[in-house]
């Protein structure tokens, strides 16, 4: 069962994969899971590359540590106590090596992100492929509940993450506390424990401040990254509908929507920024005291002959040297929570399970001429909702059956269930004897052609997505499947021809043309199962009629199930069942139905009377786009 995805600004579920906020258990589990990409297996490359970095991050910072001890030694060089103060005395070995120490410092660095860096990609590319894959098989159920936008924001922030998490905990805690603890071992060593004790409390301080007001201000950023997701998923949900927003001329109302997300975003930054300022200041203040203080006791130790000026110089060159990964640290800190919150989001959505999966020995569809049959089928969304009960037919290999009744009668639940969608509740759905429950959904799948009411396209080329019914079809069968379709000559037409691109969900082209174009990859598909759910409804006439044309080509010699509105496109199937209420009341051959004088007749007569009383009016007012009278109209009798 997918989760409920609700918009939980202030705690509460995740706005798309209905999770609550992760904890430190979360957070742990999420570094454990991390580790494997730190390590893939079977690629000896990116682990040799683990290694030569954690080699050259060790080299960088013995270099780190040293370069003060060259800074002591070329200023004791230069005091007067160490002799002539000419420049000619001066050692400038030691001056020449701080710099060349300094230089392999930063090479070392350098060479360790470069070195790293495909493996961290290699990482953000897995994990992503692996989120992509699992949402690819998430059930219908999950995308009917989701909301594009903030799932799409969530991925985004999620990839960006792993790479973050990845180079910043190995690359800048880690080596920070290292640092600390070489610090502080040379200060002991040199000096004494006092300059290790006020060292190792004034970061100890340092941390615990930072961390402590980091997590207060966490959850302004988490508040910043909710209100983010809802702006964006509203924007994205406005854009999509654009035309509808034109046809009721709600731009301000949309435009409100989108302000009232944006306003909170903006209260949450401004938060999240002013507390940055008192967490700056906080930290500069607790370093300077200890700065001031270990200042002081190398002055003092200087005055009394214990510490030599470049010994101070040292200290301070230390100091200095560790303020500046210090200072990083609220940073850093804030940003891998962030990236842990934000991986976590995208780890919740990879765990949301699967409604509909193989069974363990699920074996291919072996289809030898696709008859299908449900046998007692009874199917609920819902415990207390009923969508199909007990419903039974059969449909011979090459014949058509169809499938007429009201809206909300359960017809394209029955398409649905075909395609493996949703499992049913009970009963047996077969294709040539094998229950598809038994077999794999990609062989199922690959079965059954379908052709639905609402064609969405890819937003590219028309070629593309012909194509799309077999994506290793050459261009000569691409141009053969749009021919038998009857949409060829159109697009040779088109200037660009076969590469026009047909804009976001097909809305370049008309109706009739994103119908042919699905007809067309239909046939590239060339599957021995056709699916017509309510294919031609939403046309006019005249397109309605050439696009029954197209489809009876393609129908010939397949197992067809059309679900229909308009009855006049049914009467030649081989059996028409009429349901309600999830239940079938009628079936037999047109001719048949109508002799019964039942449900079918009385939808007959009155889609008729419709049509009739349509033709008049086109011939008094020469309307030629009226919309075309549905079965809806006729259950109005």
Avoid at 374 to 380: K, M, P, T
Avoid at 542 to 550: D, L
Wanted: net charge neutral; charged share 25%; glycine share 6%.
């Amino acid at each position: 069962m997918a989760r409920h995805l609700k918009f939980t600004p202030k705690g509460g579920a995740h706005p798309v994969t209905g999770s609550n906020p992760p904890d430190d258990a979360h957070h742990k589990q999420t570094l454990i899971s991390l580790a494997p990409l730190l390590w893939p297996r079977g690629r000896m490359d990116l682990r040799l590359r683990v290694v030569l970095a954690l080699v050259a991050l060790v080299a960088s910072k013995v270099i780190t540590v040293y370069v003060p001890f060259l800074y002591k030694y070329a200023v004791d060089a230069l005091s007067p106590a160490a002799g002539s103060g000419n420049v000619i005395f001066v050692p400038l070995a030691l001056l020449i090596a701080y710099g060349a120490a300094r230089i392999t410092m930063v090479g070392f660095g350098q060479m360790r992100d470069a070195v790293f860096a495909p493996v961290g990609q290699h990482a953000v590319r897995e994990l992503a492929m692996r989120t992509f894959r699992h949402l690819h098989a998430l059930s219908l159920r999950f995308h009917l509940e989701r909301r594009t936008g903030g799932l799409s924001r969530v991925i985004e922030r999620g990839t960006k993450a792993i790479d973050f998490l990845l180079r910043f905990s190995l690359f800048n805690i880690i080596p920070t506390i290292i640092e600390l603890i070489l610090v502080s071992v040379i200060f002991a060593y040199a000096f004494n424990i006092w300059y290790a004790v006020v060292t190792l409390v004034m970061v100890v301080v340092y941390i615990s401040f930072t961390f402590s007001v980091t997590e207060w201000r966490t959850r302004f950023r988490r508040e910043m990254n909710d209100l983010d997701t809802d702006a964006n998923t509203k924007a994205v949900d406005s854009l999509l509908n654009y035309e509808t927003v034109k046809y009721f001329g709600n731009e301000e109302h949309e435009a409100k929507r989108f302000d009232r997300s944006m306003a909170g975003y903006e209260r949450a930054a401004v938060k999240t920024t002013t507390s940055l300022s008192w967490l700056n200041f906080g930290q500069a203040f607790i370093f300077s005291i200890g700065l001031t203080l270990l200042m002081i006791m190398a002055a003092r130790d200087i005055a009394s002959g214990v510490m030599t000026i470049g010994a101070f110089v040292m200290v301070n060159a230390y100091l200095i040297q560790l303020y500046q990964p210090l200072n990083m640290l609220g940073t850093v800190y804030r940003e891998i929570r962030q990236a842990l919150i934000d991986m976590e989001t995208m780890f919740d959505l990879i765990e949301v399970p699967a409604e509909i999966k193989d069974a363990p020995d699920a074996a291919p569809l072996k289809a030898h001429g696709g008859e299908i049959v449900f046998e007692n089928v009874c199917f609920n969304y819902d415990p207390d909702r009923k969508i199909l009960e007990d419903v039974s037919f059969r449909v011979p290999a090459g014949h058509t059956l169809a499938i007429v009744g009201p809206s909300g009668a359960g017809k394209s639940t029955i398409s649905r269930i075909l395609f493996r969608f949703y499992d049913i509740s009970s009963g047996r759905v077969l294709i040539d004897g094998q229950d598809i429950r038994d077999i794999t959904q990609t062989s199922l799948r690959a079965a059954i052609g379908m052709v639905p009411q609402d064609t969405v396209l890819f937003n590219d080329t028309i070629r593309y997505n012909i194509r799309y019914g077999n994506p290793q079809a050459i261009d000569e069968e691409v141009e053969a499947a749009a021919a038998h379709a009857q949409i060829g000559s159109f697009i040779e037409r088109l200037p660009k021809g076969y590469n026009t691109m047909v804009g976001e969900r097909g809305l370049k082209l008309s109706g009739g043309e994103k119908q042919r174009v699905a007809i067309a990859r239909t046939i590239l598909k060339n599957p021995p199962i056709l699916l017509l759910d309510e294919a031609t409804s939403a046309l006019d006439t005249h397109t309605e009629k050439e696009i029954q044309q197209a489809l009876k080509g393609v129908s010939e010699d397949r197992t067809t199930l059309i679900i229909a509105h308009r009855l006049s496109t049914v009467v030649d199937a081989d059996e028409i069942i009429v349901l309600e209420k999830g239940r079938i009341t009628e079936r037999g051959k047109h001719d048949e139905l109508l002799a019964r004088d039942g449900r079918y007749a009385a939808m007959w007569n009155r889609q008729r009377e419709a049509d009739a009383a349509r033709e008049k009016l086109k011939e008094t007012e020469n309307e030629d786009d009226l919309e075309p009278v549905h079965m809806a109209d006729a259950l109005k009798a």
